[in-house]
């Protein structure tokens, strides 16, 4: 089973910390749709590369992005 990287978006700041982690470069922020703070919030772009590596979710301060496997 593929790995699935879920944003909870109310706890995303757009810090950019998950985008610079992923080794698929397949992280990045939202340019159209914000959060109920105001922030772009991280969206993964292509959820079939994904190799679950949590790399995002380790550098997360916010503990906002989960990975299921």
């Known amino acids: 089973m593929l ?4 944003v909870i978006t109310e706890r995303c ?3 950019g910390l998950c985008v610079t982690a992923c080794p698929k ?4 922020l ?3 749709k914000r959060n109920k ?3 772009f919030y991280a969206e993964c772009t292509d959820m079939d590369s994904c190799i679950g590596c949590t ?3 380790m550098m997360c301060p916010d503990c906002a ?3 299921e496997k």
Request: hydrophobic share 40%; aromatic share 4%.
């Open 3 to 6: 790995a699935k990287m879920t």
């Open 13 to 15: 700041k757009g810090c």
């Open 65 to 67: 992005i989960v990975i």
């Open 25 to 28: 470069k397949i992280v990045s």
């Open 30 to 32: 939202q340019k159209e």
């Open 55 to 57: 790399m995002c979710a």
């Open 37 to 39: 703070k105001g922030y």
